[in-house]
């Protein structure tokens, strides 16, 4: 089966290449099968890794950024692969 965890976090103001850097450089204890980091209006990043797992494996994930970074807490999903899709 696989599965996407995804990773969205909003800079704060005028931080939004710094958080970037920051995502950019964190390494997971294990690597995914694929990971893709993107950008989008507001300052926001999204990383999405891919996982050969069960839906409730227990799965490395990248951490929280330092408070002065993010406006706030970041926003985690899973989701699993759907045939056909």
């Known amino acids: 089966m696989t599965i996407a965890l995804m990773w ?3 800079a ?3 931080r939004a290449e710094e958080l970037l850097a920051w ?5 997971l204890a ?3 099968l694929r990971r893709e980091t993107f950008r ?3 300052d926001r990043v999204l990383v ?4 050969d797992a069960d839906y409730d494996a227990v799965l490395p994930e990248l951490p929280e950024p330092d408070g002065e970074l993010v406006t706030r807490a970041v926003h985690r ?3 699993e692969s759907v045939a056909g899709g």
Do not use: H, K, L, Y
């Not at 995502?23 to 390494?27: A, L």
């Not at 999405?48 to 996982?51: A, K, M, P, V, Y």
């Open 40 to 42: 989008a209006p507001e």
């Open 8 to 10: 969205e976090a909003r």
């Open 77 to 79: 999903w899973r989701f």
């Open 48 to 51: 999405i890794t891919w996982w």
């Open 23 to 27: 995502v950019s450089g964190q390494r």
């Open 30 to 32: 294990e690597p995914p």
């Open 12 to 14: 704060a103001e005028g």
